[in-house]
């Protein structure tokens, strides 16, 4: 490929003709078009053994995620216990304890806020970096805190790890993983996180009874946060990354390019030799430029066109994951187990490990299906199932309150149809559908559209619980996931099998 000059940087600002493949006829160039929109590439070579690493180092701040979620579940029982907590100041307020629950939550808000403005500049990998020195950082305050206002600042430094790292790992594994795998990969993401609740409830009903357990349970999150700064700082970044650096003439053609086939050829395996990478980089290149990724993006654009489409997919998606009542249902768990009479009814913990094993087990099954089923598929299969779970919960507090079987049946098949719907699809759908130079910006805005929305939903189930009743609050909840199913089927495209760059070219 010819070397860029000063003059390329500055008169043509890399469009195709100052970036393309050495060599290639303006008839070719011009057939880009028929090889995007028509599915039209060659399979990406990559090594399964090559594609673990680039993916766990990332799943582990999904991970940590979920482990807090378990883990405080259980540690705010231990710190208001007179005998156990090791303390002076036990004596909290439900207020209190409501920080300490939310802390990591509000923390997660501004972490996406900060993601808008610094991800593309940081890019992927020093993101995730940042992330786990964020989790380390927010664990041993909170383990070592020698008050309530220390603690409280230690989970929001925590929570600003779990935006960081729930905005750029699903990036940073759909910008380095072969299209073949995406979806795997990315879905399995979120089986990450629901066995970082099960081991978060594991470890806490272990330390419940401890003296001073919810230090230890927080303290459990610092070895894993460790590894995954190490394994990041280890692992390369993001050819797409460097690429759209590239294009956008943040540095010299020639040396951007190299280092993305190098680091490509580190993160598919020994499957792919020099000439393969080199292949696949200049056809990234040549596809960016064709979908115009040179230009900076920009807020406005946000708003406007492909990216207003994607955000319209993106956010809808989130936003629906969290408003379908998935954190009401759940806080209903405990007692519908009791309701049922079950043995382990009187001990919430034990049925929550319970649930969370249902959802690993319905996650897993989603992984292994996604990329072959489609997305599609699996959300209006999956949601059509929490409609029905909804409406029958809200039959069940309204006039079969005599039949609690009918109570754990949609309990059972609400977790596990959102557990290979919403769950994984939701992530992986926000990681491709953005154009690549929006992508960082786009995605913080989806994630904070989740957790905006997941704090909206919890605070105000409670009111809505006593204005309303538990009955007709669920009802609600099921029009609402009908309403996402005629998002789903009208709106969200099929992405199964596409790369990035078709997605962006074919579906927006």
């Given at each position: 490929?010819?070397?860029?000059?000063?003059?390329?940087?500055?008169?043509?600002?890399?469009?195709?003709?100052?970036?393309?493949?050495?060599?290639?006829?303006?008839?070719?160039?011009?057939?880009?078009?028929?090889?995007?929109?028509?599915?039209?590439?060659?399979?990406?070579?990559?090594?399964?053994l090559?594609?673990?690493?680039?993916?766990?180092?990332?799943?582990?701040?999904?991970?940590?995620?979920?482990?807090?979620?378990?883990?405080?579940?259980?540690?705010?029982?231990?710190?208001?216990?007179?005998?156990?907590?090791?303390?002076?100041?036990?004596?909290?307020?439900?207020?209190?304890?409501?920080l300490?629950?939310?802390?990591?939550?509000?923390?997660?808000?501004?972490?996406?806020?900060?993601?808008?403005?610094?991800?593309?500049?940081?890019?992927?990998?020093?993101?995730?970096m940042?992330?786990?020195?964020?989790?380390?950082?927010?664990?041993?305050?909170?383990?070592?805190?020698?008050g309530?206002?220390i603690?409280?600042?230690?989970?929001f430094?925590?929570?600003?790890?779990?935006?960081?790292?729930?905005?750029?790992?699903?990036?940073?594994?759909?910008?380095?993983?072969?299209?073949?795998?995406?979806?795997?990969?990315?879905?399995?993401?979120?089986?990450?996180?629901?066995?970082?609740?099960?081991?978060?409830?594991?470890?806490?009903?272990?330390?419940?009874?401890?003296?001073?357990?919810?230090?230890?349970?927080?303290?459990?999150?610092?070895p894993?946060?460790?590894?995954?700064?190490?394994?990041?700082?280890?692992?390369?970044?993001?050819?797409?990354?460097?690429?759209?650096?590239?294009?956008?003439?943040?540095?010299?053609?020639?040396?951007?390019?190299?280092?993305?086939?190098?680091?490509?050829?580190?993160?598919?395996?020994?499957?792919?030799?020099?000439?393969?990478?080199?292949?696949?980089?200049?056809?990234?290149l040549?596809?960016?430029?064709?979908?115009?990724?040179?230009?900076e993006?920009?807020?406005?654009?946000?708003?406007?066109?492909?990216?207003?489409?994607?955000?319209?997919?993106?956010a809808?998606?989130?936003?629906?994951?969290?408003?379908?009542?998935?954190p009401?249902?759940?806080?209903?768990?405990?007692?519908?187990?009791q309701?049922?009479?079950?043995s382990?009814?009187?001990?919430?913990?034990?049925?929550?490990?319970?649930?969370?094993?249902?959802?690993?087990?319905?996650?897993?099954?989603?992984?292994?299906?996604?990329?072959?089923?489609g997305?599609?598929?699996l959300?209006l299969?999956?949601?059509?199932?929490?409609?029905?779970?909804?409406?029958?919960?809200?039959?069940?507090?309204?006039?079969?309150?005599?039949?609690?079987?009918?109570?754990?049946?949609?309990?059972?098949?609400?977790?596990?149809?959102?557990?290979?719907?919403?769950?994984?699809?939701?992530?992986?759908?926000i990681?491709?559908?953005?154009?690549?130079?929006?992508?960082?910006?786009?995605?913080?805005?989806?994630?904070?559209?989740?957790?905006?929305?997941?704090?909206?939903?919890?605070?105000?189930?409670?009111?809505?619980?006593?204005?309303?009743?538990?009955?007709?609050?669920?009802?609600?909840?099921?029009?609402?996931?009908?309403?996402?199913?005629?998002?789903?089927?009208?709106?969200?495209?099929?992405?199964?099998?596409?790369?990035?760059?078709?997605?962006?070219?074919?579906?927006?």
């Open positions: 490929m010819a070397s860029t000059t000063p003059s390329d940087h500055d008169d043509d600002h890399h469009t195709f003709s100052s970036i393309g493949k050495a060599g290639k006829s303006s008839g070719e160039i011009e057939g880009m078009d028929v090889r995007l929109l028509n599915n039209y590439h060659q399979p990406e070579k990559y090594s399964v090559a594609a673990i690493l680039p993916f766990l180092f990332p799943a582990f701040g999904g991970l940590l995620y979920g482990y807090d979620i378990g883990a405080t579940s259980s540690a705010t029982i231990n710190i208001k216990s007179p005998t156990f907590s090791g303390i002076s100041w036990y004596d909290l307020s439900s207020v209190q304890v409501g300490i629950t939310s802390g990591s939550l509000y923390g997660a808000l501004i972490g996406s806020l900060l993601a808008f403005n610094v991800a593309d500049f940081l890019g992927r990998r020093r993101e995730l940042v992330s786990a020195a964020s989790y380390i950082i927010g664990a041993v305050i909170t383990t070592l805190a020698p309530f206002a603690m409280v600042v230690g989970r430094i925590y929570g600003i790890g779990i935006g960081l790292a729930m905005h750029a790992a699903p990036m940073y594994i759909a910008e380095t993983a072969a299209s073949q795998i995406r979806g795997r990969l990315i879905s399995l993401k979120e089986f990450f996180i629901v066995m970082g609740m099960v081991l978060g409830y594991v470890v806490g009903s272990l330390l419940v009874e401890l003296y001073s357990g919810w230090r230890y349970m927080y303290a459990t999150a610092i894993f946060a460790v590894v995954m700064g190490i394994g990041m700082w280890w692992l390369p970044a993001s050819p797409r990354w460097i690429l759209l650096r590239a294009i956008q003439g943040k540095g010299d053609m020639q040396e951007l390019r190299e280092h993305a086939i190098y680091c490509l050829r580190r993160l598919r395996g020994e499957t792919i030799d020099n000439n393969s990478a080199t292949q696949e980089v200049e056809d990234i040549a596809e960016l430029s064709y979908i115009s990724e040179e230009g993006a920009t807020l406005g654009e946000m708003f406007q066109g492909k990216c207003l489409k994607a955000l319209i997919i993106g809808g998606l989130v936003l629906f994951q969290q408003i379908t009542g998935q009401s249902v759940l806080y209903y768990a405990a007692s519908i187990f309701t049922a009479g079950f382990a009814a009187s001990d919430a913990t034990r049925a929550s490990i319970f649930l969370g094993l249902l959802k690993l087990v319905m996650t897993g099954v989603a992984v292994l299906v996604v990329d072959k089923l997305r599609r598929p959300l299969g999956g949601v059509s199932g929490i409609a029905i779970a909804l409406f029958l919960m809200g039959s069940f507090y309204s006039y079969l309150s005599g039949v609690p079987a009918v109570a754990v049946v949609a309990l059972l098949v609400y977790v596990g149809c959102y557990q290979i719907s919403f769950g994984p699809i939701g992530w992986l759908m990681s491709e559908i953005f154009p690549l130079r929006l992508r960082g910006r786009g995605l913080s805005i989806a994630v904070l559209v989740n957790f905006g929305a997941n704090a909206l939903v919890a605070f105000a189930f409670s009111p809505l619980q006593t204005l309303l009743g538990a009955g007709p609050l669920f009802f609600i909840f099921g029009g609402i996931a009908v309403a996402s199913l005629v998002f789903i089927f009208f709106i969200v495209p099929e992405t199964k099998g596409l790369t990035l760059e078709e997605i962006e070219a074919k579906l927006l």
